[in-house]
C-alpha cells in the first residue's frame, strides 16, 4: 500500500461539533494539503445509510446496520481515503470506525465482533473525541433527528467512547467551548501529533 500521508478522524456524539471542527481543521491544514471526508461515505452504501438506515422508516437489524457502516468504511478507504493519502495529504474524517464500535456497540453487538468486521478498514493514525455534554448535545441539534439519536443512547454511546479514550485509542478534546476555542484545542493536538511523528 502506497502511503505517504496521515490519517486523521474526528468522532464524538452527534452535534458535538465534528462537522464544524473536521472542517475548521482542514482549513488550518491548509499547508499540509488537508482534504475533508466524512462518513456515511459520498459512495451508493453511504446513500442508501443516509436514506435508510439513519432517516428510514424501520429499522434494520443492529447486526445488518453494522455490516452495511463496514461495507460503507471499505467504499470510502477505498475512493476517498487512500488516493488522498498517495498524494500525501492529510485525510481528516468525520465519523470513523469508533462510530461503529460506539452506535453498534450501545446497541447491543459486540465490540470484538464490530472489530471483525472492521478488520479491512485502515487504521487512523490519530483519533480525537470531541466530548460534549450529552444533554448539550441535544439542544444543539435543531435539525430532525436521526434514529440514533435519544438521550439513553447517547449515554450508552459516550461510555464507549469513554473507553477507547482510557484504552488510549481516542484523544479526548473538550467540546463545550466556543467553536473557536474547540478548534483551537484540536489543532494543537493535531500539530503535536504531527511533530511527533516526523
Ligand atoms: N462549540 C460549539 N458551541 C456551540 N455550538 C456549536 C459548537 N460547535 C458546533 N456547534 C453547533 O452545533 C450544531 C452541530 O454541530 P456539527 O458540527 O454539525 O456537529 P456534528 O457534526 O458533530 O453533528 C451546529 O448548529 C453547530 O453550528
Ligand atoms: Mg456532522
Sequence with gaps: M???GVFIVIEGLDGSGKTTQAK???????RYKAVYTAEPSKGKIGKFIRRRVLYGAKRFPTAVEALLFAADRL?????????????????????YIYSSLAYQGSA??????????????LK???????????????ARLKRRKSVMENIETQLKVRQIYQ??????????????????LVAE??????????????
Design 2 to 4: 502506497n502511503k505517504k
Design 24 to 30: 475548521l481543521l482542514v482549513a488550518k491544514l491548509r
Design 75 to 95: 467504499e470510502h478507504i477505498q475512493n476517498e481515503v487512500l488516493p488522498a493519502l498517495a498524494e500525501g495529504c492529510v485525510v481528516v474524517s468525520d465519523r
Design 108 to 121: 447491543g453487538l459486540s465490540l470484538e465482533w464490530i472489530e471483525a468486521v472492521n478488520r479491512h478498514a
Design 124 to 138: 487512523p493514525d490519530f483519533a480525537l473525541f470531541i466530548d460534549v455534554d450529552p444533554k448539550d448535545v441535544e
Design 163 to 180: 473507553s477507547f479514550i482510557e484504552k488510549g485509542e481516542l484523544v479526548k478534546v473538550d467540546g463545550n467551548k466556543p467553536k473557536e
Design 185 to 198: 484545542e484540536v489543532l494543537k493536538q493535531v500539530l503535536a501529533f504531527l511533530k511527533r511523528r516526523l
